[in-house]
Each structure stands twice: as structure tokens, then as C-alpha cells.
């Protein structure tokens, strides 16, 4: 029986850098760049072709899809993390093919599977949805080896329906 058994402290650069995949992965982050520098550039031309009123609303609207982009990427995730107490607990981890034993000092807890509806990996953690915001964050870091790794990721490819790799 293949079973990984994990314990770990999540370090805020983990829960960070989870955040920013799940953001890149739920947005259209080219296209939203892309429209902020458009309306920019439509404000800035319209504001010295005369019609400053709109020219000044069209840079108003851009700074605020900018500042959009900036919090999702770089204020939110830090607030989260610092903010969930839960965060600054030891965790410990056992996942086999019945299911995923979960204990930290507040819960101990065994959980199936199927409640992981999908999963995201990136290039420094496994990010397992069990709802459209709701995730759980396990960074590539806290695996033993390769080959602990490896097993994990043949698990999570045997009991997720929909796992989506971006580090190929």
C-alpha cells in the first residue's frame, strides 16, 4: 500500500506563492494586463486630444484594474496568511489510497478523497480544491525525496478527477 506521511509548518513564501498560481490559474492575467495598458493608453490619448473628462475617468479606471492586479498578487496573499492562526500550526499529513489522515492541534480528522474536486500544481506546491476558493496548500518542499514525491503524485492522479499541471 502506497501511503506519504508529511509534517511540515506552512512558511508564508508557501501560502504566497499558492495564492498567486490559484490567481494566475482563475484569471486571464495577459488580458487583464493587457486591457489596463489599453484603457491607459485610450485615457492618455483622449486626455491630450481634448476631451479630459473621459481621458481622466479612462487613467482612473486603469489605476484601479492596476491596483486589483497588485493586491491579488502582492497585499491579499500576505494579509491571508498572516491573518489565519491556522496557518501557524504543525501539520501532519497521511495520504493513502482509503483516504487522508489530517491532524494538527486542533483537528485530527480522516478525510476521503472525493471532497477534493480538483488540484493545481506549480512549480513549488499541490494545490487541492475542495470548493471554487477553498483549497488546500501542500509545498513540494516538505517531501522527503523523489520518490515520496512521486508517490504523492501518483495518489493524487488515482483520487482526483481533474489535476492540472502547469510546471510542463
Not at 501560502?15 to 494566475?24: D, S
Amino acid at each position: 500500500m502506497e501511503t506519504v506521511n508529511l509534517s511540515f509548518r506552512y512558511a508564508e513564501e508557501d501560502y504566497v506563492r499558492a495564492m498567486r498560481a490559484h490567481y494566475a490559474s482563475r484569471l486571464r492575467l495577459p488580458i487583464d494586463i493587457a486591457v489596463t495598458v489599453g484603457v491607459a493608453v485610450l485615457g492618455a490619448y483622449e486626455l491630450r486630444s481634448g476631451s479630459h473628462a473621459f481621458g481622466i475617468a479612462l487613467l482612473c479606471v486603469s489605476g484601479i484594474f492596476a491596483l486589483i492586479l497588485i493586491a491579488a498578487f502582492a497585499v491579499i496573499p500576505r494579509i491571508s496568511f498572516r491573518t489565519q492562526p491556522k496557518f501557524r500550526d504543525e501539520y501532519s499529513l497521511r495520504f493513502s489510497p482509503e483516504g487522508i489522515h489530517f491532524q494538527t492541534v486542533h483537528i485530527d480528522s480522516d478525510l476521503q478523497w472525493g471532497m477534493y474536486t480538483s488540484a493545481l500544481v506549480d512549480a513549488y506546491s499541490f494545490i487541492l480544491y475542495y470548493g471554487t476558493q477553498q483549497f488546500s496548500v501542500i509545498p513540494k518542499r516538505v517531501f522527503r525525496d523523489g520518490s515520496q514525491r512521486e508517490t504523492f503524485e501518483r495518489l493524487l492522479l488515482q483520487n482526483v478527477s481533474r489535476v492540472v499541471d502547469k510546471t510542463k
